[in-house]
């Protein structure tokens, strides 16, 4: 299966964690707690301050990564807004993994929101990745060949020399500045495609990614006491440590990159000075960034919520709506895990002695095994904000406060009362951000979010227990109350904690699942079509066709229809119905497709909700524009030469032998099998089969339900097309348009300037000539596989004219143009979704892929 390896990931990440955890187990088992927390006192504030200017140069130069890829894909950006970008994605990714952010990354939220296309956000990442790379391949290469490190005698290597090593690693740089100096073609790999830089910007990537990679092993250096540690030697372990941290797939390599570093740096150092540094060293470069982006984005929320700046601020910041829950996710998550590792760390003495004059011991005890509670509260509250529901705003908001409560009064933990205050105080302004009235308890974890629950867990578990090695087991141990109980409370706490993550991972899982229902019941078309009575598009009429699955909205006032192929799930258009039920038709659509294993796709949506698909980690892929006439103001009588040759076409069928009429529903059997004979004459000419999906397909029952324009002569039709309605007079469209061959071509003219004039006649606003694909939708690398369906698509199945006419006729009729777009899931998925897409839509075509 297409994520058999994506759900299996996060299970390996937590074994390479719980391998580095032993380790780091097994390396200080000699020593306590109490000696690494004495360590960081130890170190001075020149180095603190020196590694926090080093870490901001860091970050500096990362957002240059985004610099290099805008200038890759021939954008203009502003250096302000790549920086911003740059910076909270980076931040955000270093804590979070690759793990949950692969497709869609706070970085393609913010840039998509400044009108970058899906393609273009992806080209710009994996350009920055590679420029990554490039750097790391770089300094290793480097470090291993002219400054070997000497690694302990208990580590074994298949090469005689690690700089056989570096010296690979330098040949593959050269051979990328090389072929971006050869190779001006672009190169295709299966279904991926990637054209060479030029030198210059070749040798930019190299050489500040090189920087990059040095400052950031600074960072850690200069927390490093003085010791014979050769910086040369140090950066070449420092990178590997961060490279197996990398592919380990634990998030931010927690644990995999301090097992490879205390197994260097032991050479050198004592255990609990080596855990101190790296612990600063993970607050610094880590925590501290993410942070700030929090401050960054929490303020200027505040600011779009003020009158004063509103009109002023929203164009600068309209990007922060979509990254705001991610980044508060991500900080109430990190908020629950201190909750949980403070409560496995012994309480300091003087605190408790000082809160026993003031609280009783009972208040103590409760408030020790609640705030531990609260923290898994928390946890587990952070992916329903991530995903807007409102609810969890509000518990997350009270989880908070009790949080802070409960710290302070367990053993006056000022310090992480005062992060959760900062959490909360970050959060009250964010509060028009989660608006979403779904349950909590709808949506079951995914296996990134269970990864990284189980490696807080497991962290927690390894804490107290290194913590109390030194306490004796006994079972009386769990019934001891007293003020300095430590041990106890951490025992206690656990199983609490433990029970009461199974009792929410039971009550979710149970949950049933939806099953897939193969074909739409009659009943459901039914509630389908009173759905329709309140919608004033047109296009959801396609729903009458009965070959799509419907999804309702929990009260039944909208639907989604869609159709699976092979790995995708694909939706035909936006939700239909209110607004107030599509965001949630979206995510639950999601929730669905997740559930079946399946690529979640939606195809020919408009602009209006573009950023639900975003918040889904969706790639948005422009694909067309719809042509729309305003009937208000068309004028072919009036104002014929406007309108070119479909004037004089309308003119000269007009009075002739040709007439125009629209016959209602009830009435199109009678005329049936002259349709039918029209269709079956119109297919044979154009060599083409039936679609359907996108577009209806000759049936008597779904034409029956519509009224149809039809142009009659000597009695007899000789060209048709059903009329799609939207409600309350807002828009009509028109869905079959088949002519009898042997009748002029004109004549589809004629039709369709008859029924924008009837429509006009009727009260409508507005008269949908379908989507036109745009030269606009050829920008990215599955282009080709793209344009040959669409060709294919709207010569035979669209209608009439070429692929590249299309536009051009539809030009004729004056309409205005809206956008179209394919929301789809990116990375390493996508030619793989647009394939089924196509193969869809075009009715299973061959030849064409």
């Given at each position: 299966?297409?994520?058999?390896?994506?759900?299996?990931?996060?299970?390996?990440?937590?074994?390479?964690?719980?391998?580095?955890?032993?380790?780091?187990d097994?390396?200080?088992?000699?020593?306590?707690?109490?000696?690494?927390?004495?360590?960081?006192?130890?170190?001075?504030?020149?180095?603190?301050?020196?590694s926090v200017?080093?870490?901001?140069?860091?970050?500096?130069?990362?957002?240059g990564?985004?610099g290099?890829?805008?200038?890759?894909?021939?954008?203009?950006?502003?250096?302000?807004r790549?920086?911003?970008?740059?910076?909270?994605?980076?931040a955000?990714?270093?804590?979070i993994?690759?793990?949950?952010?692969?497709?869609?990354?706070?970085?393609?939220?913010?840039?998509?929101?400044?009108?970058?296309?899906?393609?273009?956000?992806?080209?710009?990442?994996g350009?920055?990745?590679?420029?990554?790379?490039l750097?790391f391949?770089?300094v290793?290469?480097?470090?291993l060949?002219?400054?070997?490190?000497?690694?302990?005698?208990?580590?074994?290597?298949?090469f005689d020399?690690?700089?056989i090593?570096?010296?690979?690693?330098?040949?593959?740089?050269?051979?990328?500045?090389?072929?971006?100096?050869?190779?001006?073609?672009?190169?295709?790999?299966?279904?991926?495609?990637?054209s060479?830089?030029?030198?210059?910007?070749?040798?930019?990537?190299?050489?500040?990614?090189?920087?990059?990679?040095?400052?950031?092993?600074?960072?850690?250096?200069?927390?490093?006491?003085?010791?014979?540690?050769?910086?040369?030697?140090?950066?070449?372990?420092?990178?590997?440590?961060?490279?197996?941290?990398?592919?380990?797939?634990?998030?931010?390599?927690?644990?995999?990159?301090?097992?490879?570093?205390?197994?260097?740096?032991?050479?050198?150092?004592?255990?609990?000075?080596?855990?101190?540094?790296?612990?600063?060293?993970?607050?610094?470069?880590?925590?501290?960034p993410?942070?700030?982006?929090?401050?960054?984005?929490?303020?200027?929320?505040?600011?779009?919520?003020?009158?004063?700046?509103?009109?002023?601020?929203?164009?600068?910041?309209?990007?922060?709506?979509?990254?705001?829950?991610?980044?508060?996710?991500?900080?109430?998550?990190?908020?629950?895990?201190?909750?949980?590792?403070?409560?496995s760390?012994?309480?300091?003495?003087?605190?408790?002695?000082?809160?026993?004059?003031?609280?009783?011991?009972?208040?103590?005890?409760?408030?020790?095994?609640?705030?531990s509670?609260?923290?898994?509260?928390?946890?587990?509250?952070?992916?329903?904000?991530?995903?807007?529901?409102?609810?969890?705003?509000?518990?997350?908001?009270?989880?908070?406060?009790?949080?802070?409560?409960?710290?302070?009064?367990?053993?006056?933990?000022?310090?992480?009362?005062?992060?959760?205050?900062?959490?909360?105080?970050?959060?009250?302004?964010?509060?028009?951000?989660?608006?979403?009235?779904?349950?909590?308890?709808?949506?079951?974890?995914?296996?990134?979010?269970?990864?990284?629950?189980s490696?807080?867990?497991?962290?927690?578990?390894?804490?107290?227990?290194?913590?109390?090695?030194?306490v004796?087991?006994?079972?009386?141990?769990?019934?001891?109350?007293?003020?300095?109980?430590?041990?106890?409370?951490?025992?206690?706490?656990?199983?609490?904690?433990?029970?009461?993550?199974?009792?929410?991972?039971?009550?979710?899982?149970?949950?049933?699942?939806k099953?897939?229902?193969?074909?739409?019941?009659e009943?459901?078309?039914?509630?389908?079509?009173?759905?329709?009575?309140?919608?004033?598009?047109?296009?959801?009429?396609?729903?009458?066709?009965?070959?799509?699955?419907?999804?309702f909205?929990?009260?039944?006032?909208?639907?989604?229809?869609?159709?699976?192929?092979?790995?995708?799930?694909?939706?035909?258009?936006?939700?239909?119905?209110?607004?107030s039920?599509?965001?949630?038709?979206i995510?639950?659509?999601?929730?669905?497709?997740?559930?079946?294993?399946?690529?979640?796709?939606?195809?020919?949506?408009?602009?209006?909700?573009?950023?639900?698909?975003?918040?889904?980690?969706?790639?948005?892929?422009?694909?067309?524009?719809?042509?729309?006439?305003?009937?208000?103001?068309?004028?072919?009588?009036?104002?014929?030469?406007?309108?070119?040759?479909?004037?004089?076409?309308?003119?000269?069928y007009?009075?002739?032998?040709?007439?125009?009429?629209?016959?209602?529903?009830?009435?199109?059997?009678?005329h049936?099998?002259?349709?039918?004979?029209?269709?079956?004459?119109?297919?044979?000419?154009?060599?083409?089969?039936?679609?359907?999906?996108?577009?209806?397909?000759?049936?008597?029952?779904?034409?029956?339900?519509?009224?149809?324009?039809a142009?009659?002569?000597?009695?007899?039709?000789?060209?048709?097309?059903?009329?799609?309605?939207?409600?309350?007079?807002y828009?009509?469209?028109?869905?079959?348009?088949?002519?009898?061959?042997?009748?002029?071509?004109?004549?589809?003219?004629?039709?369709?300037?008859e029924?924008?004039?009837?429509?006009k006649?009727?009260?409508?606003?507005?008269?949908?000539?379908?989507?036109?694909?745009?030269?606009?939708?050829?920008?990215?690398?599955?282009?080709?596989?793209?344009?040959?369906?669409?060709?294919?698509?709207?010569?035979?199945?669209?209608?009439?004219?070429?692929?590249?006419?299309?536009?051009?006729?539809?030009?004729k009729?004056?309409?205005?143009?809206?956008?179209?777009?394919l929301?789809?899931?990116?990375?390493?998925?996508?030619?793989?979704?647009?394939k089924?897409?196509?193969?869809?839509?075009?009715?299973?075509?061959?030849?064409?892929?």
């Amino acid at each position: 299966m297409k994520t058999a390896f994506k759900k299996i990931t996060p299970f390996i990440s937590i074994v390479f964690f719980v391998l580095a955890i032993w380790f780091l187990d097994q390396e200080l088992r000699q020593y306590n707690l109490g000696q690494i927390i004495e360590q960081l006192s130890e170190i001075p504030n020149s180095y603190i301050a020196l590694s926090v200017f080093f870490s901001f140069l860091s970050y500096v130069i990362l957002t240059g990564y985004d610099g290099l890829g805008v200038r890759y894909i021939g954008e203009d950006l502003s250096t302000g807004r790549i920086v911003r970008a740059g910076f909270i994605g980076y931040a955000f990714s270093h804590n979070i993994g690759m793990a949950l952010v692969t497709g869609g990354s706070i970085r393609y939220r913010i840039y998509s929101s400044w009108g970058f296309s899906g393609i273009k956000v992806t080209q710009i990442v994996g350009f920055s990745a590679l420029t990554l790379w490039l750097g790391f391949c770089t300094v290793a290469g480097l470090s291993l060949v002219f400054a070997t490190p000497e690694l302990p005698e208990n580590v074994a290597i298949p090469f005689d020399s690690l700089r056989i090593v570096g010296l690979l690693l330098l040949v593959m740089v050269a051979g990328y500045l090389v072929a971006s100096t050869l190779l001006k073609e672009e190169l295709t790999i299966k279904n991926w495609s990637f054209s060479f830089p030029d030198l210059s910007l070749a040798l930019k990537q190299v050489v500040l990614a090189s920087i990059d990679w040095i400052i950031a092993a600074m960072v850690l250096y200069v927390l490093l006491p003085e010791t014979e540690i050769n910086f040369y030697s140090f950066i070449g372990v420092f990178l590997l440590a961060q490279i197996i941290g990398l592919f380990s797939q634990v998030p931010g390599g927690l644990g995999v990159f301090e097992s490879v570093m205390l197994l260097y740096l032991s050479n050198f150092m004592q255990g609990p000075a080596i855990l101190g540094t790296l612990l600063v060293y993970r607050i610094i470069y880590y925590i501290l960034p993410l942070l700030v982006a929090v401050v960054v984005l929490a303020y200027q929320e505040y600011l779009t919520n003020k009158r004063k700046v509103r009109v002023i601020s929203q164009k600068a910041v309209n990007w922060i709506p979509r990254v705001v829950p991610h980044v508060l996710s991500v900080s109430v998550f990190i908020g629950g895990s201190i909750l949980l590792f403070s409560g496995s760390m012994p309480s300091e003495v003087p605190r408790m002695e000082w809160l026993q004059v003031i609280l009783p011991l009972p208040v103590i005890e409760m408030s020790h095994f609640f705030a531990s509670l609260v923290g898994v509260g928390l946890m587990v509250l952070a992916r329903s904000l991530q995903r807007r529901i409102e609810g969890a705003y509000h518990f997350t908001v009270g989880l908070l406060i009790f949080g802070i409560i409960f710290t302070l009064m367990r053993g006056a933990d000022y310090e992480e009362a005062s992060i959760l205050a900062f959490m909360l105080l970050v959060l009250v302004p964010c509060r028009g951000e989660f608006h979403r009235k779904t349950s909590v308890m709808t949506k079951g974890f995914s296996p990134g979010w269970v990864m990284m629950i189980s490696l807080v867990f497991i962290s927690a578990i390894w804490l107290g227990i290194f913590s109390y090695r030194n306490v004796a087991y006994q079972e009386d141990l769990w019934w001891q109350f007293t003020l300095l109980g430590d041990a106890p409370r951490y025992l206690r706490a656990m199983v609490g904690v433990l029970s009461f993550t199974l009792i929410i991972s039971l009550m979710k899982l149970l949950k049933p699942k939806k099953k897939l229902v193969r074909e739409p019941k009659e009943y459901e078309l039914e509630k389908a079509k009173d759905i329709l009575k309140q919608e004033p598009r047109a296009k959801p009429n396609i729903v009458q066709l009965g070959d799509k699955e419907l999804m309702f909205s929990t009260d039944n006032n909208g639907f989604i229809m869609y159709a699976p192929e092979s790995r995708s799930m694909v939706a035909m258009g936006d939700p239909v119905g209110p607004e107030s039920e599509v965001e949630d038709l979206i995510w639950n659509f999601q929730d669905y497709c997740e559930e079946q294993d399946l690529w979640p796709v939606f195809y020919q949506v408009r602009e209006d909700y573009l950023e639900w698909y975003v918040d889904l980690g969706l790639t948005l892929m422009k694909i067309g524009e719809e042509a729309r006439v305003s009937l208000t103001d068309f004028e072919i009588e009036e104002n014929g030469r406007r309108y070119g040759d479909l004037y004089d076409h309308h003119k000269k069928y007009r009075g002739s032998d040709y007439s125009f009429r629209v016959i209602p529903p009830e009435e199109t059997r009678a005329h049936m099998a002259n349709f039918h004979a029209i269709s079956n004459r119109w297919i044979e000419a154009k060599g083409a089969d039936e679609l359907g999906f996108s577009q209806g397909i000759f049936n008597e029952e779904y034409l029956s339900n519509f009224p149809i324009a039809a142009i009659f002569k000597d009695g007899e039709a000789v060209a048709f097309s059903n009329i799609w309605e939207g409600a309350n007079y807002y828009e009509l469209s028109f869905d079959l348009l088949r002519n009898n061959p042997e009748t002029p071509d004109e004549i589809i003219d004629y039709l369709l300037i008859e029924m924008i004039l009837w429509g006009k006649a009727e009260g409508y606003e507005w008269f949908s000539l379908g989507m036109a694909p745009l030269s606009g939708m050829k920008d990215h690398q599955h282009s080709k596989r793209w344009s040959k369906v669409a060709d294919w698509v709207y010569t035979y199945g669209e209608n009439f004219y070429n692929f590249r006419e299309v536009r051009t006729y539809r030009e004729k009729f004056n309409p205005e143009w809206e956008p179209r777009y394919l929301a789809v899931p990116g990375g390493w998925a996508l030619p793989g979704v647009l394939k089924d897409i196509t193969n869809l839509i075009s009715g299973g075509i061959k030849g064409f892929l």
